[in-house]
């Protein structure tokens, strides 16, 4: 790599371009530009060799330059670089040929590196493009010559009657030269199927994405182009620090499910602590292995092993014993396979991304689901109540949350209303959520205690959880709505105080005790407090993901800017309330990620 390559750096933020541009201009010539329309029209001026850019930029994106690029020069090797890493965006640069993601920050030596892979791939297709003119031009030549010993021996034929003495000497010649030519025909003959492996391994890798079917199918062109008799591909396990055989040739189920040695172990241990490749044309006499021992079923004559490399670190290994034509393996075995690990270990890191991304897919899918489930956990339609307005959401931080409200038909007249707000956010969350939701309509028909109701749930809640791992609980506020005379009895779970808004005096005051949390003690007993609602007086019910919720700056909304929101608003329906309180904390977090579920819950006597 020299000043000679030329790396374009497109991104609209002027620190990264100096940023990348002081990493880079050592060693490559650089050239900058702030927009993709500004780093295509210099494309179209200047030869480019190697380009970065950011994905998120203002009218041309990282993705429209990318196709523009490739449109220029589909030799020019483009880097995507983002702060925002998505699996889409990912997915769709290496589909328009993207020849590597990083994500902001990446270090200096990660960027260099990078570049100075990205410019050795590209110089290396470029010498194979020599490299098969070079052959085609000594095919021609070759004819030529073989065109010539046509003529020659025509010329022998015509003058064989007048030179019978120069008869032996003229068919030693022929047959030097003959010899010559085979010799320099095998030759090419061997470098064309190197070049055909190398053919067949790159449509392999660009091809397929199942890991499984691309180690058996890179084992199998190895195997049959070194002619070994045995071949694995080995990747590390890393949370043992073992190789495990992933594809093999020649060798038993056994071997291959019960060979697992460690880094640093053995020839293939060697090869993956070292990072440097083995070729051994006699195991026995090599004084690094003296006195190894292996099964008399697989004895090894020669070796050759090579490590996997991706991201500058040991992925796996390959291993081939013992040529079919019980010579040692050569030094352009040692080059063909280094060349094909090389393309390998790149293959195999898009394989995984692949699965993991299909994985993450599936996951993602299944979460859908789950979320419409407990959606319809959930109200459909807030009830009418007599003399009252009452308005409800509950907004998950994730697929699926842990936050839970409901309303219950006690008997004529009453009405339970409920919020809960499960430990943990997702999946695991969700589930106990859906039980307490279950738990607690069984046992709140007919039933005007709160305080009963919620000691009767944290029974079942605790003898049906117990020694869950890890451990959970549910915190809760319970009321209970005499609707006819504006009586609430209320019981406390561990839960963020109420708000109670009265319009006579024109203030908001949190009320109801907190008690313990549901789900840990068996046999705690509830109690309930008793008030009584005026006209135009409003109760918020709320989970911490609305007093927690944070913006850029990492400060909370606070129990404080809800009283005084409720009190802004107090004059508005129960709906209206609602939706203004969850606007106010929307513009307060200015787009921060919610972390945790949010529910609101409005009661209002009209």
């Not at 490559?28 to 993709?36: F, I, Q, R």
């Given at each position: 790599?020299?000043?000679?390559?030329?790396v374009?750096i497109?991104?609209?933020e002027?620190?990264?371009?100096?940023?990348?541009?002081?990493?880079?201009?050592?060693e490559?010539?650089?050239?900058?530009?702030?927009?993709?329309e500004?780093?295509?029209?210099?494309?179209?001026?200047?030869?480019?060799?190697?380009?970065?850019?950011?994905?998120?930029?203002?009218?041309?994106?990282g993705?429209?330059?990318?196709k523009?690029?490739?449109?220029?020069?589909?030799?020019?090797e483009?880097?995507?670089?983002?702060?925002y890493?998505?699996?889409?965006?990912?997915?769709?640069?290496?589909r328009?040929?993207?020849?590597?993601?990083?994500?902001?920050p990446?270090?200096?030596?990660?960027?260099?590196?990078?570049?100075?892979?990205?410019?050795?791939k590209?110089?290396?297709l470029?010498?194979?493009?020599?490299?098969v003119k070079s052959?085609?031009a000594?095919?021609?030549?070759?004819?030529?010559?073989?065109?010539l010993?046509?003529?020659?021996?025509?010329?022998?034929?015509?003058?064989?009657?007048?030179?019978r003495?120069?008869?032996?000497s003229?068919?030693?010649?022929?047959?030097?030269?003959?010899?010559?030519?085979?010799e320099?025909?095998?030759?090419?003959?061997k470098?064309?199927?190197?070049?055909?492996?190398?053919?067949?391994?790159?449509?392999a890798?660009?091809?397929v994405?199942?890991?499984?079917?691309?180690?058996?199918?890179m084992?199998?062109?190895?195997?049959?182009?070194?002619?070994?008799?045995?071949?694995?591909?080995?990747?590390?396990?890393?949370?043992?620090n073992?190789?495990?055989?992933?594809?093999?040739?020649?060798?038993?189920?056994?071997?291959?499910?019960?060979?697992?040695?460690?880094?640093?172990?053995?020839?293939?241990?060697?090869?993956?602590?070292?990072?440097?490749?083995?070729?051994?044309?006699?195991?026995?006499?090599?004084?690094?292995?003296?006195?190894?021992?292996?099964?008399?079923q697989?004895?090894?004559?020669?070796?050759l092993?090579?490590?996997?490399?991706?991201?500058?670190?040991?992925?796996g290994?390959?291993?081939?014993?013992n040529?079919?034509?019980?010579?040692?393996?050569?030094?352009?075995?040692?080059?063909?396979?280094?060349?094909?690990?090389?393309g390998?270990?790149?293959?195999?890191e898009?394989?995984?991304?692949?699965?993991?991304?299909?994985?993450?897919?599936r996951?993602?899918?299944?979460?859908?689901?789950?979320?419409?489930i407990?959606?319809?956990?959930?109200?459909?339609?807030?009830?009418?109540?007599?003399?009252?307005?009452?308005?409800?959401m509950?907004?998950?931080?994730e697929?699926?949350?842990?936050?839970?409200y409901?309303?219950?038909?006690?008997?004529?007249?009453?009405?339970?209303?409920?919020?809960?707000?499960?430990?943990?956010?997702g999946?695991?969350?969700?589930?106990?959520?859906?039980?307490?939701?279950?738990v607690l309509?069984?046992?709140?028909?007919?039933?005007?205690?709160?305080?009963?109701?919620?000691?009767?749930?944290?029974?079942?809640?605790?003898?049906?959880?117990?020694?869950?791992t890890?451990?959970?609980f549910?915190?809760?506020?319970?009321?209970?709505?005499?609707a006819?005379?504006?009586?609430?009895?209320?019981?406390?779970?561990g839960h963020g105080?109420?708000?109670?808004?009265?319009r006579?005096?024109?203030?908001?005051?949190?009320?109801?005790?907190s008690?313990m949390?549901?789900?840990?003690?068996?046999?705690f007993?509830?109690h309930?407090?008793?008030l009584?609602?005026?006209?135009?007086?409003?109760i918020?019910?709320?989970?911490?993901?609305?007093?927690e919720?944070?913006?850029?700056?990492?400060?909370?909304?606070g129990?404080?800017r809800?009283?005084?929101?409720?009190?802004?608003?107090?004059?508005?329906?129960?709906?209206?309330?609602?939706?203004?309180?969850?606007?106010?904390?929307?513009?307060?977090t200015?787009?921060s990620?919610?972390?945790?579920?949010?529910?609101?819950?409005?009661?209002?006597?009209?």
């Open positions: 790599m020299s000043k000679q390559d030329r374009l497109v991104d609209d002027e620190g990264i371009r100096n940023f990348l541009r002081d990493a880079l201009e050592p490559y010539t650089v050239l900058v530009s702030e927009d993709g500004g780093a295509l029209e210099r494309a179209h001026r200047q030869r480019v060799d190697v380009a970065i850019s950011d994905i998120k930029m203002p009218e041309t994106d993705l429209q330059v990318l523009g690029l490739k449109g220029i020069n589909p030799d020019i483009v880097i995507m670089l983002t702060a890493a998505s699996v889409d965006s990912a997915i769709e640069a290496l328009l040929g993207a020849y590597d993601y990083i994500t902001k990446s270090p200096v030596e990660n960027i260099r590196r990078v570049v100075r892979n990205a410019l050795g590209q110089k290396l470029m010498e194979n493009r020599e490299l052959l085609q000594f095919s021609r030549e070759l004819m030529d010559k073989n065109n010993l046509s003529s020659l021996s025509s010329e022998l034929e015509v003058a064989n009657a007048h030179l003495e120069a008869k032996e003229l068919q030693l010649r022929v047959l030097e030269r003959t010899a010559q030519l085979e320099e025909r095998g030759k090419l003959q470098r064309v199927r190197e070049l055909s492996a190398l053919n067949q391994a790159s449509r890798m660009s091809a994405f199942d890991l499984d079917e691309l180690l058996d199918l084992i199998d062109l190895i195997a049959r182009e070194t002619e070994a008799q045995r071949g694995s591909i080995m990747l590390i396990d890393p949370p043992t073992e190789l495990v055989i992933k594809a093999a040739r020649g060798l038993s189920a056994e071997v291959v499910l019960s060979a697992r040695p460690k880094v640093g172990e053995g020839f293939a241990g060697w090869v993956a602590e070292e990072g440097e490749p083995l070729l051994i044309d006699d195991v026995e006499e090599d004084p690094r292995f003296k006195g190894r021992t292996s099964d008399p697989y004895s090894t004559k020669s070796l092993c090579v490590p996997l490399m991706a991201k500058g670190e040991v992925i290994v390959i291993n081939i014993n040529k079919l034509s019980g010579q040692g393996f050569t030094r352009e075995d040692l080059d063909l396979v280094t060349t094909l690990a090389a390998a270990s790149l293959s195999i898009n394989a995984r991304l692949y699965q993991e991304l299909t994985q993450r897919e996951v993602k899918r299944e979460l859908e689901i789950a979320r419409r407990q959606e319809s956990f959930l109200p459909r339609k807030m009830p009418h109540i007599e003399g009252f307005e009452v308005s409800a509950s907004v998950p931080a697929e699926v949350g842990g936050d839970y409901d309303f219950v038909p006690v008997n004529e007249g009453h009405w339970g209303i409920a919020i809960g707000d499960v430990s943990g956010k999946v695991p969350a969700a589930i106990y959520m859906a039980m307490a939701r279950s309509r069984a046992q709140a028909v007919g039933v005007l205690s709160a305080g009963d109701v919620l000691s009767n749930v944290n029974r079942t809640l605790s003898q049906d959880m117990s020694g869950t890890p451990a959970m549910l915190t809760a506020f319970y009321i209970i709505l005499d006819s005379h504006g009586k609430v009895a209320y019981t406390n779970a105080p109420p708000i109670l808004y009265r006579r005096e024109g203030k908001s005051v949190k009320f109801g005790d008690g949390v549901m789900g840990v003690m068996e046999n007993r509830y309930e407090g008793e009584t609602l005026e006209e135009g007086d409003v918020l019910l709320y989970t911490d993901g609305s007093t919720a944070r913006n850029r700056k990492g400060e909370m909304f129990f404080n809800l009283c005084c929101l409720l009190e802004e608003y107090s004059s508005c329906s129960a709906q209206e309330i609602k939706n203004n309180i969850h606007r106010s904390i929307t513009d307060f200015e787009g990620p919610q972390h945790d579920d949010l529910t609101l819950v409005v009661v209002k006597m009209r």
